[in-house]
């Protein structure tokens, strides 16, 4: 399995970095379809870290209004994972994650 089949971006946001200074915990914007245990396999494979834990939550796309006299559109669906790491070890999150395409 490749990373860039599950693994669509690191999420590095103000709330992200708290989590990973306070918590050891690192986010990451997954496909929808992925589960807990191929997100902690590529992790573990790709940075070579050990995961505690994976939460994951899925968000629904948000209407959206388009130009005049066009119908109204909608963003795709997404999933969030956040990914506890063991004590000690840390995620270079400027290493470069391949793009989904």
Known sequence: MNIA???RAPMVTERSTI??????????KVTPDSTKSQIKD??????KVKVEKVRTSNYTGKMRRLAMGRPEGRRADWKKA????????????????PKSK
Not at 82 to 97: C, D, L, P, R, S
Request: net charge neutral; no cysteine.
């Open 42 to 47: 590529v992790i573990e494979k790709y940075f």
């Open 19 to 28: 989590l990973k200074e306070k918590f050891n915990q690192y986010v990451f």
């Open 5 to 7: 089949e599950i693994i």
């Open 82 to 97: 956040f990914v506890t790491v063991k004590k000690g070890q840390e995620i270079k999150i400027e290493a470069e994650v």
